[in-house]
């Protein structure tokens, strides 16, 4: 990777720098990373760019044909499923005069065409029809080379049905990348998984930058303030951090058992968890923008999409690990289970955003983090740091 960075990180240097202390001594990040439209940008090329980042999950495309046009910091990208099935990306733009080609959910008839001068491509992205290229009446021209010139693809990833590219085709390998993630939760079979369907799906427009979003995820210590609910069965004192260097950080609770049904019914939990998951739940922020929640009969998956320095809209996708689950018989208890996680997650709303408007202090120059409590928060503010020095 080139040593050269963008004025933007190149000016913050130091203090991206104070970040990488010890927890102890360490400040947080710059406020301008959170409220600059050019370090935003920045961040996209020299972050966002260079990982593994999430931009979707597969359930936004389940049929064959389905297309979905996606944005990642304003760069235009297309998520679809081809013909045998597979999940691909590529970037949503004609290769002719550049015009967006898809601009809303759909379902392809066969071809994906370009509404400015009708150039036509498969769900591979190989260029099909460029009609009347050499004049009226003629469909082809000398010298042009249609395998040239078809969409040009994203590398691209699915694990437990989140879908991550890599716009760089320089990341490390992405078995590599989840690894630290998979030998965690190796006790699960994440293709087990199946959506929870209509209702089991949301989005939230949150008024603060996506990396807010990920430090208030990684970390308990807000629980008994806002959210007097869920610290009332998973207290605080239940609580454990889970920090992974150049990862994932977050944080685990040893007493999970909210109640669905006055009745005492339950989903049917994942076969042949030890013990240690009776009752018990973890929830990582993958580095840079996907938050996962593991319990014994679910799980969840939160997209983070930035849609600005001070705007991210969350995307939560919740999962169960039998068929069973998706039957008429749990349909009330699909429609609790998501109204409680949109609960929780709405509390955040407030202090989130009260982050984000603190950021336009001068008074505020990134903070301090308690070595105790903060672990995780510190985990992902060093990532950063190092991801945007390079």
């Not at 004025?7 to 400040?27: D, M, S, T």
């Not at 004049?135 to 994203?154: I, M, Q, R, W």
Request: aromatic letters at 12%; one cysteine or more.
């Amino acid at each position: 990777m080139s040593t050269w960075l963008p004025r933007e990180i190149e000016a913050k240097r130091g203090a991206l720098q104070n970040v990488l202390r010890p927890i102890a001594e360490a400040g947080g990040l710059p406020n301008e990373t959170y409220t600059s439209e050019s370090f935003a940008v920045a961040e996209r090329d020299a972050v966002l760019a260079r990982t593994w980042t999430c931009i979707g999950v597969g359930a936004w495309v389940p049929q064959p044909g389905d297309l979905k046009p996606l944005r990642l910091q304003g760069l235009p990208l297309l998520l679809l499923r081809d013909r045998d099935g597979a999940v691909k990306v590529f970037h949503n733009v004609c290769s002719h005069r550049g015009l967006e080609l898809v601009t809303a959910p759909c379902r392809s008839k066969g071809l994906i065409r370009c509404p400015y001068h009708s150039w036509s491509y498969a769900l591979d992205g190989a260029l099909k029809a460029t009609p009347f290229i050499g004049g009226p009446g003629s469909n082809t021209c000398e010298g042009f080379d249609k395998a040239k010139h078809g969409l040009k693809p994203v590398r691209s990833a699915v694990w437990a049905d989140a879908v991550f590219v890599d716009l760089s085709g320089e990341a490390p390998a992405f078995e590599d990348f989840m690894a630290p993630v998979t030998q965690r939760w190796g006790d699960f079979d994440f293709a087990r998984l199946v959506h929870g369907g209509p209702d089991s799906s949301f989005s939230i427009e949150v008024g603060c930058n996506w990396k807010l979003a990920v430090e208030n995820y990684c970390e308990a210590y807000h629980l008994p303030w806002v959210h007097p609910a869920l610290n009332s069965y998973s207290r605080l004192e239940d609580h454990y951090n889970i920090a992974m260097a150049d990862c994932a950080a977050g944080q685990g609770s040893t007493a999970y058992r909210p109640s669905l049904s006055p009745d005492g019914r339950a989903f049917p939990k994942h076969p042949g968890l030890p013990a240690k998951w009776d009752g018990a739940a973890e929830y990582l922020a993958l580095f840079p923008n996907v938050l996962f929640g593991v319990h014994s009969d679910h799980f969840y998956t939160v997209v983070l999409e930035p849609l600005g320095p001070a705007a991210t809209r969350e995307h939560f996708e919740i999962y169960y690990f039998d068929d069973a689950a998706l039957g008429d018989g749990y349909a009330d208890l699909r429609a609790t289970n998501a109204r409680q996680w949109r609960t929780v997650f709405e509390e955040d709303l407030g202090v989130v955003q009260g982050m984000q408007a603190g950021r336009a202090s001068t008074a505020f120059t990134g903070g301090v983090f308690s070595p105790v409590m903060d672990g995780p928060t510190h985990c992902f503010h060093q990532w950063m740091a190092k991801a945007l020095l390079g």
